[in-house]
């Protein structure tokens, strides 16, 4: 009898707290499908979350106001440059500290140390001030270049590299192939996880950057998704159903993509927390 | 064949032969309409011409001025600029803008009003010119300013004194329900405070600044006018007839009686009160009304290579039909005479004359001409904000004199050195 | 002996692959983090000034003691704080609960788990925007109205991003509701790593629910619960996106924070030195808080 009651219970709390997570979310969505007059109206009813009407014409709006394909490129080409290369030059550098004798390896383990303890916002200022002096600001390469060299990333990789069999290496390396050899082709396939969870973790941090494209692109023609719905919601005239289209142009792809890949996502996460 | 043959030869060559000039333009991305209207004059001065050829780029209000230093700082400014009028000392003395004198054909600057001119003028060089100037007033409600018996002045020279003013507010605010009778735009971003303010102070007889040397705010901002002045704006918020007006329709809706407000209220107050709209001067502190004026100014940068074709870009925004079209998307008050005398919201009987009566009679004063402008507001707006939630007001304005002060000997109080560095070799660009 | 000939130039190529396999990071922390964290520094004891036509002067401690006299400033501090203090208690206490909650194997745990962690993948700008709308002042914005509701009609519609008092824990639920998913995730994933007999040991030793969290969840979570203590510590120092998006700061300073302040004195007023200040007494705060929490934590081990 007591089992029913504190298993109803919990499904109760699940069930209200997964509402109220989920609220906000079907409001965008569903909002972004309102005529732009009902959305203010209805938001403090369930109207909200079911409609009388239904219209694509906040959709149209965007899209005709805003150009959120070259917002949309922005991002892609930004956040896909970023942890493509971002996977090469951190693996590599994991790799040469976690296996690999040379000299000035305790300095850099330092420096990546060092550095893993400085959050992004402590240097954008003086970031911002000198990649500015040198005339390297409003384009996609100063959004990038910056934060490809990652010490969470190393991190991750270094504990990884150092829990791996040396078997196969030593194998490898008896068999005469060099150092690049050995990784690419021993190292790299039995780190898939790693790579995916660096991959998954670099996206989730840097997808919806703000500040530093807020610091340094002045034009729409480098602008990324995230600067770019903050400054549409800054443009006369507001009108909320064109915001919340764009919002839900915005953040369908990568939903999508949680969704159908949710439970490599969330091993990954959890990977890197519990190795915390 | 003969004949296409010597046309050939004999035909005058072509106009240009090289390429037009990419002529970038940073513009605030404003309301819509005036978006609108600047594309159109964009795309009708490309087609006019092949010269130059512009390049117009939005950049948000927000972060406008942060935008300008960083380019400023990165070598890449755009060639024309259009920056909120108190800023062009700042931007002068910085080095970042051209004088405009030699550029612009003197019936030109002859035509704009001379608020336009003084406001874009420093140590003696004009810098900026406007399309149009602002207007600063109090907006109100015939059918509750009549309910409650008051009189309704329409001119400058019937302002109400302070005292009356206090009357209106209360004889309103005996009629209100909620007694909050007055919005004061408060949610506004900071420059407002100081533009829609600092009149008060300066009616009162104090000041933001000693305007006749530059060299200190004290004595001014913390003086006996201007406190007396604050500690009256302070009392109607204690008294409670300010409405916070979170929605922004207090007025609109016909909750408050009075608004303070600004030529760019005019379209959307129009539309919700149409005849019940009046439009005063705002209350004078002293024997004489004061108002403030100054809004987006134009001006070409020392990046620009071809100054004489971003002179032609400003002599094309400053004709008539773009400055009435442009005024008539924003309610400001157009910036040439022959543009004013054709307006239909500003020429004599029109609804809005009270604005240009205010620039042109010297009831307008403009924001301190001074490079140290952006400090200076920066402390009121702060000043402001501790008085209207009830701090003591002398401390509250001490401080900002300090603020300011402090700046200005920081700041060796602003020598004129990049103005002198800066001038352009005579005839520069075609 | 073939084995020691073949060390040697091993070695070397060891060596060599080592240096260039690291190189690309080490140019871009020393050049991208480590470079600048350093000129903050420096700048920080200048009147470096963004566009001022005149010298750049060394000035020592002006700019950091203009700032402990400057009353926004200071408030940024407290405001940091008390963000902290309260999201990170609360936000890892719902997390918490919510893993306990999935901590039985179901068919729909996964779709839970989907559903807490979707806010995760929003932009903070996007959720800033989102957010702004759920909080319309007036009785018809939804969160009033969920108030007026829960509070069975007492409660009177406000104007949340506008009012001093209510701005900052307005804020303070976007960024729980933001960031709670990645928590129970990690949380989670550590009570599913608790043997199940240790539960059914002090079970058998007669230990009821309470007791069996505190002596066997509690500590079996240690390592996950201080990671996610830390990043959220952090991250809530950080904050940023929420306050330029929906108040500005304000009202009347309620929100601002020091990467808002910082900000706003190097980008909007061009005050380098001044941001580059900010910007140290940041990292040696964030610095503070982690050695504070590890120092506690280590002391906790001890005790234990």
């Known amino acids: ?276 | 064949m003969l004949l296409a043959a010597a046309l050939a030869v004999w035909a005058p060559p072509p106009a240009r032969a090289h390429a037009p000039y990419a002529l970038t333009v940073w513009f605030h991305a404003g309301q819509p309409g005036e978006r609108r209207v600047m594309r159109a004059a964009v795309d009708a001065f490309n087609a006019e011409q092949d010269a130059a050829r512009v390049r117009l780029v939005l950049i948000p209000e927000g972060s406008y001025n942060g935008q300008v230093q960083a380019a400023a700082l990165a070598g890449d400014l755009p060639d024309v600029l259009e920056f909120d009028g108190p800023y062009v000392y700042n931007y002068v003395w910085e080095g970042k803008l051209i004088p405009l004198g030699g550029l612009l054909p003197k019936r030109l600057l002859r035509d704009l009003l001379p608020s336009v001119v003084r406001q874009g003028t420093y140590a003696g060089r004009l810098y900026s010119v406007a399309m149009f100037d602002s207007g600063l007033g109090l907006w109100g409600n015939r059918r509750l300013l009549e309910r409650a018996g008051v009189r309704i002045p329409t001119d400058p020279a019937g302002a109400w004194s302070a005292a009356q003013f206090d009357r209106v507010l209360a004889a309103l605010a005996r009629h209100d329900r909620d007694r909050r009778v007055l919005d004061l735009k408060l949610d506004y971003p900071g420059e407002w405070l100081t533009y829609a303010f600092s009149p008060l102070i300066e009616s009162a007889g104090g000041d933001l600044i000693d305007r006749r040397t530059g060299r200190t705010a004290r004595g001014f901002l913390d003086g006996p006018g201007a406190v007396s002045a604050m500690r009256r704006v302070q009392s109607w918020f204690r008294r409670g007839y300010v409405d916070p007006d979170v929605r922004g329709d207090a007025f609109v809706s016909g909750r408050a009686a009075l608004a303070w407000g600004g030529h760019w209220n005019y379209p959307r107050y129009h539309r919700a009160l149409g005849r019940d709209l009046v439009l005063m001067p705002l209350p004078r502190f002293g024997p004489r009304l004061v108002t403030d004026s100054g809004s987006w100014n134009w001006g070409i940068t020392t990046a620009c290579r071809r100054p004489r074709l971003a002179a032609r870009f400003l002599e094309f925004l400053l004709r008539p039909r773009w400055i009435l079209a442009m005024t008539a998307a924003n309610g400001a008050v157009p910036a040439t005479r022959t543009a004013l005398a054709r307006s239909p919201l500003y020429r004599p009987g029109g609804p809005l004359r009270l604005f240009a009566v205010q620039l042109e009679e010297g009831y307008a004063e403009p924001r301190p001409r001074t490079p140290a402008y952006p400090v200076i507001s920066s402390a009121f707006q702060q000043a402001f904000r501790a008085i209207r939630n009830g701090a003591p007001v002398r401390a509250a304005l001490r401080r900002a004199t300090t603020v300011i002060d402090r700046n200005l000997r920081d700041n060796d109080y602003y020598p004129p050195i990049a103005v002198v560095r800066r001038v352009p070799a005579a005839g520069g660009g075609r | ?304």
């Open chain 3, 1 to 304: 002996m073939s084995g020691a000939a073949r060390r040697a130039p091993g070695a070397r190529r060891e060596a060599a692959a080592g240096l260039l396999f690291a190189l690309p990071a080490l140019l871009g922390l020393a050049l991208f983090v480590l470079g600048p964290f350093l000129f903050a520094v420096a700048v920080s004891f200048t009147d470096l000034h963004l566009g001022s036509p005149l010298p750049v002067h060394f000035v020592g401690l002006r700019a950091y003691r203009r700032l402990f006299e400057d009353p926004v400033f200071l408030r940024a501090l407290v405001n940091n704080a008390g963000f902290a203090l309260v999201v990170v208690p609360v936000q890892t206490a719902a997390a918490l609960a919510l893993a306990l909650l999935l901590d039985r194997p179901s068919r729909l745990r996964g779709l839970y788990r989907t559903l807490f962690f979707m806010p995760v993948v929003f932009p903070l700008s996007l959720v800033s925007v989102v957010w702004v709308l759920l909080y319309a002042p007036g009785p018809e914005g939804t969160v009033n109205a969920l108030m007026h509701w829960l509070s069975l009609g007492h409660w009177r519609a406000r104007d949340f991003l506008h009012d001093p008092a209510l701005a900052l824990p307005a804020l303070m639920l976007t960024s729980v509701w933001q960031g709670l998913g990645f928590q129970m995730i990690v949380l989670l994933a550590g009570l599913q790593e608790i043997p199940a007999e240790r539960y059914e040991a002090a079970r058998v030793d007669g230990a009821g629910a309470w007791a069996r969290f505190r002596h066997v969840t509690l500590p079996g979570l240690r390592n996950p619960l201080v990671f996610v203590v830390l990043i959220t510590s952090v991250l809530a120092f950080r904050l940023f996106d929420q306050v330029r998006i929906m108040t500005h700061g304000g009202p009347d300073y309620a929100t601002t924070t020091l990467i808002y302040e910082a900000v706003r004195a190097a980008f909007d007023r061009g005050n380098v030195a001044r941001g580059a200040a900010i910007s140290v007494v940041f990292f040696v705060v964030v610095l503070g808080v982690a050695l504070v929490q590890r120092r506690l934590v280590r002391e906790r081990r001890e005790l234990a």
């Open chain 1, 1 to 276: 009898m007591r089992r029913t009651l504190t298993t109803g219970l919990r499904h109760a709390a699940l069930l209200v707290s997964a509402a109220a997570f989920l609220a906000p979310v079907a409001f965008l969505v569903v909002g972004s499908f309102k005529p732009e007059g009902r959305i203010l109206a209805d938001a403090g009813s369930w109207r909200a979350f079911f409609p009388a009407h239904w219209t694509l014409d906040n959709y149209r709006d965007v899209f005709a106001r805003v150009d959120f394909v070259r917002f949309l490129l922005n991002s892609l080409l930004i956040n896909g440059a970023m942890v493509l290369s971002g996977l090469a030059v951190n693996s590599l550098a994991a790799y040469a500290l976690a296996r690999l004798r040379w000299a000035g390896r305790p300095f850099v383990l330092g420096l990546v140390l060092a550095t893993l303890v400085v959050p992004f916002e402590a240097i954008a200022v003086p970031l911002f001030y000198g990649l500015s002096a040198i005339g390297w600001r409003d384009d996609w390469s100063v959004q990038v270049v910056p934060f490809v060299a990652n010490p969470l990333s190393i991190w991750l990789f270094y504990v990884f590299f150092a829990g791996l069999p040396r078997e196969l290496e030593e194998a490898a390396r008896v068999d005469g192939a060099g150092v690049l050899r050995t990784f690419l082709t021993v190292v790299v396939p039995n780190a898939r996880a790693a790579f995916a969870t660096v991959a998954i973790v670099t996206l989730l941090f840097y997808w919806g950057m703000y500040l530093w494209p807020l610091l340094m692109t002045a034009g729409p023609h480098a602008r990324p998704l995230p600067l770019a719905i903050a400054t549409f919601y800054t443009l006369p005239p507001l009108r909320w159903g064109d915001i919340l289209a764009f919002g839900t142009l915005m953040v369908a792809p990568v939903l999508l993509l949680f969704i159908l890949f949710q439970r490599a996502f969330v091993r990954g996460v959890a990977a890197t927390g519990i190795k915390g």
